[in-house]
């Protein structure tokens, strides 16, 4: 009740920076149209998990403008950007840094030094992460999870915001290595890009084959960014809808009691609790991106695909009967009732055009 008393009464600063961020959003995206056509889905679902600390991997075949998103995001939110394209080759020391002998021309004395490699920028993006052996794609692990970089025993911090935003092509398998499943779970969202429509494909051609430059406004700094992160993780959330969120996450787990007889049928290992924390700040973001300082049901439902797709494994039945997994969500977002709307139940203002809010 506390918590839900301060979102009414602490409202000056707080409501004010709902306002800002709701504001930014749309300019943000505004912005983006410049150079992206389409794809409304995958730029609301990268910017929600931005703005709730998240990574992002991206799903797609070449040539649907995922490099280019992320290139113009950065451009517009003011970050350093960084490309890393993932090879064969490619060794943990080419991303993270080295450690090389500098000797003083005065004194002649040798001292090691540290050379930073691209992971020390606000947006990376790991193009094609899966074209790189197992031992150097784990060596982003450490700067996803901790926001730093070992190396020669001493700690380097990597700058705030941080954001490892990675792609995959997901038809040619050759010569490939698949992210293990503890490793995908690092990545908040796991977000498929799909084909163009048939219109948006005809604008993206008379966009892309003329003399088109855009011009792109800065909308955020790095220091609003954070600040506003932090307003996300301040938005109140009624406890029936992380029940509800916890109930996605746990329905699909086979030994759960009670589960739903498709997820025996169809899946051999479920989501974990990181699929519930991030259901919930998805939720989160969400509801302030949309100028909203509470947190639905409906906010868990629309990042449900990005959060679960990534962390339920399926069986052979499901792969003979050709189930996806995003059938699987859906399944389970038809089975499992939704208890009620969780904005009027907690007494919270609808933060735009609200006298409440005021």
């Not at 955020?220 to 996300?232: A, P």
């Not at 907690?346 to 809010?357: I, M, T």
Request: glycine share 8%.
């Amino acid at each position: 009740m506390a918590q839900q008393e301060g979102a009414r009464d602490g409202g000056g600063g707080d409501i004010e920076a709902v306002r800002r961020l709701n504001a930014a959003y749309n300019t943000i995206k505004s912005e983006l149209r410049k150079m992206i056509v389409g794809q409304e889905k995958v730029i609301d679902q990268v910017l929600i998990a931005i703005f709730a600390r998240g990574h992002c991997l991206l799903i797609g075949v070449p040539g649907l403008a995922k490099t280019m998103l992320i290139k113009t995001l950065a451009r517009t939110l003011s970050l350093s950007f960084s490309r890393i394209q993932f090879t064969p080759d490619l060794m943990p020391s080419d991303i993270t840094g080295t450690e090389v002998i500098q000797e003083e021309k005065g004194s002649g004395q040798r001292s090691f030094k540290f050379l930073r490699g691209p992971i020390f920028a606000n947006i990376i993006l790991a193009d094609e992460i899966n074209r790189t052996p197992p031992k150097t794609q784990a060596a982003l692990l450490e700067s996803m999870q901790e926001y730093q970089v070992t190396a020669g025993g001493k700690r380097h911090d990597i700058e705030l915001p941080f954001f490892v935003l990675a792609t995959q092509n997901p038809i040619e398998q050759e010569g490939t290595y698949p992210l293990p499943e503890a490793q995908q779970d690092r990545f908040m969202f796991n977000i498929l890009v799909e084909y163009p429509t048939e219109d948006e494909e005809l604008e993206i051609m008379k966009l892309t084959t003329a003399n088109y430059e855009a011009e792109l406004k800065t909308v955020l700094s790095g220091d609003e960014i954070r600040s506003l992160q932090e307003i996300v993780r301040k938005v109140p959330v009624s406890d029936h809808v992380i029940r509800y969120a916890m109930r996605l996450a746990r329905g699909t787990r086979v030994g759960t009691p009670g589960v739903p007889s498709f997820i025996k049928d169809w899946v051999s290992w479920g989501a974990g609790p990181r699929a519930t924390q991030y259901l919930v700040l998805g939720g989160k973001a969400r509801a302030i991106l949309h100028g909203r300082f509470y947190v639905t049901t409906e906010d868990i439902k629309a990042v449900a695909k990005p959060v679960l797709r990534h962390r339920i494994i399926t069986n052979f039945s499901a792969e003979a009967e050709g189930v996806t997994r995003d059938a699987i969500v859906e399944k389970l977002i038809e089975t499992l009732p939704a208890e009620g709307e969780g904005a009027k139940d907690a007494g919270l203002p609808e933060v735009l055009g609200s006298k409440n809010a005021e």
